[in-house]
């Protein structure tokens, strides 16, 4: 594997993982948000 091509994979690799952090957050914080608003 040359240089450029894990420098795609990583980016490739780093994009996922972000949009799958940003899934689980979204999932996590969302029920928390809306508990918040029943209790107030």
């Known amino acids: 594997m040359d240089e ?6 990583m980016g490739k690799l780093v994009g996922d993982m972000g949009a799958v952090v940003l899934l689980i957050v979204m999932a996590v914080l969302m ?3 809306e508990i918040n608003q ?3």
């Not at 450029?4 to 994979?9: D, Q, T, Y």
């Open 38 to 40: 029943l209790v107030q």
């Open 31 to 33: 029920p928390i948000i």
């Open 4 to 9: 450029a091509r894990l420098h795609e994979f």
